[in-house]
C-alpha cells in the first residue's frame, strides 16, 4: 500500500472567524504548499505560502499555486465565517500530486471524498467504509482521519476537528505510486498528437514569463521566453506539454499547465 503521509499542525483547531455569523460573515483560507508557490485567487495575485487570509467574498472561487515551472488550480468553495483550508504537494507528474482540502457546512460529523474514489477511510485508526463516505455521528472535538487504497500512498490528517452544527469536508488527492512505463510512452519525452489552426495564450506565471524549450520534458533546453498573455499558433498536444510555433518561426515546447488553448 505504501508509506503513509502524515499531514500535522496544517489546520486551525476551529472553522468559526471570531466575530462573524455563519450566514453573513466573510470566508477565511489557509494554504500551504511543498515546495512553496505564489498564490492566485480568480487570477489575482493574494500572496505566497503559507499564506492566511481573512475577509473573503464567501463563494465558489478558482485557486490556483503557481511556480516556475508547475501551476495547480482547483474550484474551491468558500463558506461565510469559515476558514478553508487547503494543503498541496507538488510532484513532477500531475497523478503523483497529493492534496488536502478541509472546509465546513451546515450539518453534523464528516464527509470524506478523494480521488481516486473507494479508498479506506480509517477514523482514530478504526476503519469505518469506503470514500465517499459520510458520518453525521461523529462525535465532536479532534480526530485523525487516513485513507489508503492499493497502488496509492496513503494520506492522513491529525488534530481534525469536528465542530457542533457543522458537517467537517475532507477531500484528499492520493498520489499514485510509481508505475512502469508502457510501451506506447517515451521515457523522457511526451507522446504527442498533432492539432491544426489552433493558439494557446499564455496564463500569468510567477515571473510573468514563461520557458520555451526545445523538447517536451523539464530537461529541455530552454529557447526561449513568452510573456504572460502572448498568444501564439499551437502545433501539436502532448502530455503536459504543447508545440507551439514562435514569431521567428521557431517550433517549441511549452507546460500546458500555463497555457490555454484557445477554442477556433
Given at each position: 500500500m505504501g508509506k503513509t503521509f502524515v499531514v500535522l499542525a496544517l489546520f486551525f483547531p476551529a472553522f468559526f472567524l471570531p466575530g462573524c455569523n455563519f450566514e453573513g460573515g466573510k470566508a477565511a483560507l489557509r494554504v500551504t504548499a511543498e515546495p512553496e508557490a505564489t498564490v492566485f485567487l480568480d487570477g489575482e495575485h493574494v500572496g505566497k505560502t503559507p499564506l492566511s487570509k481573512e475577509?473573503?467574498?464567501?463563494?465558489?472561487?478558482?485557486?490556483?499555486?503557481?511556480?516556475?515551472?508547475?501551476?495547480?488550480?482547483?474550484?474551491?468553495?468558500?463558506?461565510?465565517?469559515?476558514?478553508?483550508?487547503?494543503?498541496?504537494?507538488?510532484?513532477?507528474?500531475?497523478?503523483?500530486?497529493?492534496?488536502?482540502?478541509?472546509?465546513?457546512?451546515?450539518g453534523e460529523g464528516m464527509i470524506l471524498t478523494s480521488v481516486p474514489d473507494g479508498a479506506k477511510v480509517v477514523v482514530d485508526e478504526e476503519q469505518v467504509g469506503m470514500t465517499p463516505l459520510s458520518l453525521p455521528t461523529a462525535a465532536l472535538g479532534p480526530h485523525s482521519v487516513r485513507l489508503e487504497k492499493e497502488g496509492y500512498e496513503s494520506r492522513s490528517i491529525v488534530g481534525l476537528h469536528v465542530e457542533k452544527g457543522f458537517a467537517t469536508n475532507v477531500f484528499m488527492q492520493l498520489p499514485r505510486?510509481?508505475?512502469?512505463?508502457?510501451?506506447?510512452?517515451?521515457?523522457?519525452?511526451?507522446?504527442?498528437?498533432?492539432?491544426q489552426k489552433q493558439e494557446v495564450r499564455v496564463l500569468e506565471t510567477a515571473t510573468g514569463w514563461l520557458r520555451v524549450r526545445g523538447s517536451p520534458s523539464l530537461s529541455g533546453?530552454?529557447?526561449?521566453?513568452?510573456?504572460?498573455?502572448?498568444?501564439?499558433?499551437?502545433?501539436?498536444?502532448?502530455?503536459?506539454?504543447?508545440?507551439?510555433?514562435?514569431?521567428?518561426?521557431?517550433?517549441?515546447?511549452?507546460?500546458?499547465?500555463?497555457?490555454?488553448i484557445l477554442k477556433e
Open positions: 475577509g473573503l467574498p464567501t463563494g465558489r472561487k478558482t485557486l490556483r499555486l503557481v511556480r516556475e515551472d508547475a501551476a495547480w488550480t482547483q474550484e474551491v468553495e468558500f463558506i461565510g465565517s469559515v476558514w478553508t483550508m487547503v494543503a498541496h504537494r507538488f510532484a513532477p507528474a500531475p497523478e503523483e500530486e497529493a492534496t488536502e482540502i478541509v472546509t465546513g457546512t451546515r505510486l510509481g508505475q512502469p512505463p508502457s510501451k506506447s510512452e517515451l521515457p523522457k519525452e511526451a507522446s504527442v498528437s498533432a492539432v533546453v530552454e529557447i526561449a521566453k513568452l510573456t504572460t498573455g502572448d498568444t501564439v499558433p499551437l502545433l501539436e498536444e502532448g502530455d503536459g506539454w504543447v508545440k507551439v510555433k514562435l514569431e521567428d518561426g521557431t517550433d517549441g515546447w511549452v507546460s500546458q499547465q500555463f497555457v490555454e
